[in-house]
C-alpha cells in the first residue's frame, strides 16, 4: 500500500469523520484541488484528532483506511487555509505512533534517482 510512487497528503484543516468514499474525494477535488483518482494518499483527521481516515484509488476503487485512538491524539498543526501538506511514509508511521511530526527534523540522505535511464548514459 505505502510504495515509494505514491505520494501522501495530510489534510490540514479538521474533517467530519462520518464522510466516507464519496465524501472524501469531493473534498480532495474541490477544497485541496487534487485528483482524488491519482493513486496518492489523502490523510484526513478529525477535530478532536483521535480518528483519521485515509483515502486513495487502488487499481480498481477507492479505499478508505481508518484508525481511532482509545487514548491520546495524532499530533499535527492544524491549519485553517483547507490545503494539503506531503508528509513522507516514515512521517505517516510516525504519525500514527503518536511522534509529533513538527519537532522532528529529517537527516538529509542520499536517494537513487527515479530515472535510471539517464544514470546509465553516465557509465556507459
Not at 510504495?3 to 464519496?22: I, V
Not at 489523502?42 to 487499481?59: A, C, E
Request: glycine share 6%; charged share 30%.
Amino acid at each position: 500500500m505505502l510504495s515509494r510512487e505514491r505520494k501522501l497528503w495530510l489534510c490540514t484543516e479538521p474533517t467530519d469523520m462520518r464522510k466516507s468514499y464519496d465524501s472524501l474525494a469531493s473534498i480532495v477535488r474541490y477544497q485541496l484541488g487534487a485528483d482524488p483518482l491519482s493513486g496518492h494518499g489523502f490523510i484526513f483527521i478529525n477535530r478532536r484528532r483521535n480518528q483519521l481516515k485515509m483515502l486513495y484509488f487502488d487499481v480498481d476503487g477507492y479505499c478508505v483506511w481508518c484508525k481511532r485512538l482509545e487514548r491520546g491524539r495524532f499530533s499535527f498543526v492544524q491549519d485553517s487555509n483547507g490545503k494539503a501538506k506531503p508528509i513522507s511514509a516514515a512521517q505517516f508511521a510516525a504519525l500514527l505512533e503518536g511522534i509529533e511530526l513538527e519537532i522532528t527534523k529529517r537527516q538529509k540522505r542520499w536517494q537513487r534517482p527515479l530515472n535510471n535511464e539517464s544514470n546509465m548514459a553516465e557509465y556507459t
